[in-house]
């Protein structure tokens, strides 16, 4: 019948695991695991569904006792509570697919209540995770038996539910999967006590109690201790089986070690070449990152100075409407000053040649009074339009007001010099004669002003002018307190007086004027301090463009301003030059690092190659450099390691069958019978059976056949006392058969005693005894003894040359695995040491590292030249619309200047306050001064 076999292990809502199966390899299963991982949970899930009988289930001391966590038992290694806990075994049974399980459930602690199950039918597609779990839309569960069996049905299965474990004990015998029923305590115990060494290791319970019964028990008998040396020395001869067998399971466990080591090794390699692969492609990502990087650095620090620029902008655009505003004002005031100037210049003009119409009208009208004075009238309103013109630049609707009224009095000049000309009767008197006619008109009326002068101080009181005179002097030395001019020069010097105070009038009525001039030339000055403090940062000195005016200074800005983007511009081509060579080297460098990882491959597939050919020509006549040498020598290893498995089978074959000579011979024997044995002690006799014991273990059947009852005699020396003891003595056994020391015994073994039959007759004096051979003699103890050291012996021997034979197919093993690496790289040999080819590429990723380095070195150049240039470039900017401020007029002594004379006003309008009368007498008797009375 075809062996069951485990083919996975599942543990449902276990301490640490929802959901798990482990799958058992054909030969060997291993759990590693760091202390309280879950080894011994995994074993004690087997152990349950092998074994769910409660009453054997002991934990305490299974497994790691240095593992950590409280509860070693079932209980406090079950999971979730309230939910059932599960442990499933997955079999194998004649192909056919079949699952045993163990539903356990929590009481109270630390009762744990099985429930034992077994699922038939199932086809090899079905998952288990589908049967033991209940998959909801908020995850899975732990399912109950009912939803097992449910979820079974659906799948076409079988499910069978034991009350019983006896039940479920005969089930698992019934299906082959168990070798007995279990029905009974002993098997169950000694099941128990087989998983419980198989689990913990070591040696057996049984075989420990009775090494410790044979060391330290006391025994009263020297045969009762014989007896159990005897059954000692048997189990030491099983402990050596179980050596012998440990031996051979270790063999097995070092070759799964050592396919384990191969699997490790391609695993390692395998991940070297990922690692490999996976950095190539972090050094191929890492410039990209670094580009990546830098690209956002750059756009980081263009956005900053974008926003900066912005704001900087915006602020110079406030500055600059407001600049605009004032400029535009500024514009339209110098337009109206400009105009005014013109019509001023025009009016000095108009007034001189008013001046000499007004003298001409004067001379002709002389005699005429009323004319006289209309012309003086005249006079006086083109000196007041005169003032006013001089001082109407602030306002200009006065000034075109004036300019009206001047053009109105041009109108009466022209019409006058008409009259003039018909007064004088020159027709053809022009403007450029009128300073001659003048000149004439003057003399004739200085005459006749002096006549006139005379007739008049004639005809007037004396005393009249007199006075008049006198408050013209004294209004005068008001006004002047300098009196010491002639009266030649005292008219000119009242003229003087009088115009003086008038200026001083009118510059007090431009008071308003003036504190919007100073207004306007403190913020001039203001500007123009900033504008020459950052010519002087900008390097720009004033001194040198004292001699440059301000178009000439915009220009040497302008042209500085397009020095530095022509700059910029220049380092913005070369940054390109660089990118484009970046983007060159950075292909090149993919390329070299691609070809290094092949080169790398290479080497260490050369290197393992060159190093793998160096161990095996130490221990092969001729290592192979070709894949034909290779596969010769493969097929070599695999003849000798064929022929030593071959060894190995016949010889484990001859020692199985030795040991099993051995335990028939060492059993062979029967124990002797404790009663006997006291009564030859106390009747100082011998045991007829001692004197066979050297006998043939073939002869010593048919010898104690031949003896009969007198197996068990005992010989004496004395019949008679012999008798009388055995009498006295309170002896068990029925019979005693007595033997003379002398007495002949018919018991030589014929020589053909394998011919001879089972029944050995033998004559006695009542007739004949006929006696079955046994197939056990117990007599030949001796001859047993040295057959058994003879058997072991050769077991020795046998697993000795095992033992050399495991070596050499270590041996060969190690050698098998070094071609079969060789296998895998000899092609690497023919394509020669790589190292050159990997130094040369080193070499030339060195060449390109370095010139990443310098570029990024003249990138840094750059945008720290690119930084300072848009500082410089915006401070220019920022001087370009003040830079005609950097030169001269000194904007802030102008308002000093003003400002000073702001300070003068009050003390001016005060002083015209307190001069007015003084200054009104002057202006009315001021023709008096042109000759004292």
């Not at 004294?474 to 003086?500: F, K």
Request: charged share 30%; hydrophobic share 40%.
């Amino acid at each position: 019948m075809t062996r069951a076999r485990i083919t996975a292990l599942v543990l449902v809502n276990w301490k640490g695991v929802f959901y798990e199966r482990y799958l058992f390899d054909r030969h060997v299963t291993a759990l590693e695991g760091a202390n309280g991982a879950g080894k011994t949970t995994v074993m004690i899930g087997a152990y349950v569904a092998l074994l769910p009988d409660m009453s054997k289930l002991r934990f305490t001391n299974l497994g790691e006792t240095a593992a950590t966590g409280g509860d070693r038992g079932i209980y406090g290694r079950l999971g979730e509570p309230g939910r059932p806990s599960y442990t499933v075994l997955e079999l194998d049974v004649a192909g056919a697919r079949m699952v045993a399980g163990v539903r356990l459930t929590r009481l109270a602690e630390p009762t744990v209540e099985p429930t034992a199950f077994l699922i038939t039918g199932l086809t090899p597609s079905v998952p288990l995770s589908e049967l033991f779990l209940v998959r909801q839309l908020d995850g899975d569960h732990v399912p109950e038996l009912d939803d097992i069996r449910k979820a079974v049905e659906r799948v076409g299965g079988i499910m069978e539910t034991f009350k019983a474990i006896k039940d479920y004990f005969a089930a698992l015998f019934e299906h082959g999967i168990s070798p007995m029923r279990l029905a009974e305590e002993e098997p169950r115990s000694k099941l128990n006590e087989m998983l419980r060494t198989s689990m913990t290791g070591g040696i057996s319970r049984a075989l420990t109690s009775e090494l410790r019964g044979f060391l330290l028990r006391e025994e009263s008998g020297l045969s009762d201790t014989l007896t159990r040396m005897r059954a000692n020395l048997d189990a030491c001869a099983r402990t050596r089986n179980e050596v012998a067998e440990s031996r051979h399971l270790e063999r097995e466990i070092s070759a799964i070690y050592e396919a384990g080591m191969d699997m490790f090794t391609a695993a390692v390699h395998a991940a070297r070449a990922a690692a490999d692969e996976a950095e190539g492609d972090v050094e191929r990502a890492r410039p990209m990152l670094d580009g990546a990087v830098r690209a956002e650095r750059e756009l980081t620090d263009a956005l900053a100075t974008f926003e900066a620029r912005r704001a900087d902008l915006d602020a110079r655009l406030a500055t600059a409407r407001t600049d605009l505003t004032s400029a535009t004002t500024e514009r339209e005031r110098a337009v109206a000053a400009e105009g005014i100037a013109t019509r001023l210049a025009a009016l000095e003009t108009e007034l001189a040649a008013l001046t000499e119409v007004e003298a001409a009208a004067r001379a002709r009208h002389v005699a005429a009074t009323s004319e006289r004075t209309a012309a003086r009238q005249e006079r006086t309103r083109a000196m007041a339009a005169l003032e006013r013109a001089a001082h109407g630049i602030a306002d200009l609707q006065a000034g075109l007001d004036e300019l009206v009224r001047r053009a109105h009095a041009h109108r009466q000049l022209v019409r006058r010099l008409d009259d003039a000309r018909r007064a004088t009767q020159r027709p053809s008197l022009v403007a450029d004669d009128v300073g001659a006619v003048i000149a004439e008109l003057d003399t004739e009326r200085d005459r006749l002003e002096t006549e006139r002068a005379r007739l008049a101080r004639d005809a007037r009181d004396i005393a009249g002018r007199r006075d008049e005179y006198a408050r013209a002097l004294a209004a005068l030395a008001t006004l002047d307190g300098d009196g010491s001019s002639s009266d030649a020069t005292t008219h000119a010097r009242a003229r003087s007086v009088l115009a003086r105070l008038a200026e001083r009038e009118a510059t007090l009525g431009r008071a308003s004027d003036l504190a919007r001039e100073r207004q306007e030339a403190e913020r001039l000055a203001t500007r123009q301090h900033a504008a020459r403090a950052l010519a002087g940062e900008l390097g720009i000195v004033t001194a040198q463009l004292a001699d440059t005016s301000s178009t000439e200074t915009s220009t040497l800005v302008v042209e500085e301003l397009a020095a530095l983007e022509q700059a910029q511009r220049e380092r913005a081509q070369a940054a390109a030059t660089r990118r484009d060579e970046a983007a060159a080297d950075r292909l090149r460098e993919a390329e070299l690092r691609a070809r290094l990882a092949t080169v790398d491959d290479r080497l260490a597939r050369w290197q393992l190659a060159t190093a793998t050919v160096q161990r095996v020509a130490t221990h092969m006549p001729a290592a192979p450099n070709t894949r034909a040498e290779l596969g010769a020598a493969r097929d070599q290893l695999a003849r000798e390691l064929h022929a030593l498995g071959d060894r190995r089978t016949r010889l484990e074959a001859s020692r199985e069958e030795l040991t099993q000579r051995a335990a028939a011979v060492a059993h062979g024997g029967t124990n002797l019978d404790p009663e006997l044995l006291r009564l030859r002690d106390e009747l100082g006799g011998e045991l007829l059976a001692s004197r066979f014991e050297d006998v043939d273990l073939a002869a010593a059947s048919w010898v104690e056949a031949r003896l009969g009852p007198l197996t068990s005699a005992l010989i004496v020396e004395d019949l008679d006392a012999a008798v009388t003891a055995v009498e006295q003595s309170k002896r068990q056994a029925a019979t005693v058969h007595l033997v003379r020391p002398d007495a002949a015994l018919p018991v030589e073994p014929p020589d053909n005693l394998d011919e001879l039959s089972d029944d050995v007759v033998s004559p006695e004096p009542y007739g004949l005894r006929i006696t079955r051979r046994l197939p056990r003699p117990s007599l030949g103890r001796r001859a047993r003894e040295r057959q058994v050291r003879e058997l072991h012996d050769a077991i020795e021997r046998d697993a000795r040359a095992l033992d050399e034979i495991a070596v050499r197919a270590a041996e060969l093993a190690s050698w098998r695995r070094d071609l079969d690496v060789l296998d895998t790289c000899i092609d690497a040999l023919s394509l020669g040491d790589p190292t050159t080819e990997r130094a040369t590429l080193e070499r030339d990723l060195a060449e390109l590292a370095a010139r990443h380095a310098a570029r990024d070195e003249a990138e840094r150049a750059d945008r720290t030249l690119d930084q300072r240039a848009r500082e410089r470039q915006d401070r220019l900017r920022r001087l370009l619309p003040d830079v005609a401020l950097v030169e001269p007029p000194d904007h802030a002594a102008r308002a000093a200047n003003l400002a000073a004379i702001e300070r003068t006003l009050s003390t001016t309008a005060a002083e015209l306050a307190r001069l007015a009368p003084a200054r009104a007498t002057l202006a009315a008797h001021i023709d008096s001064l042109r000759q004292p009375p």
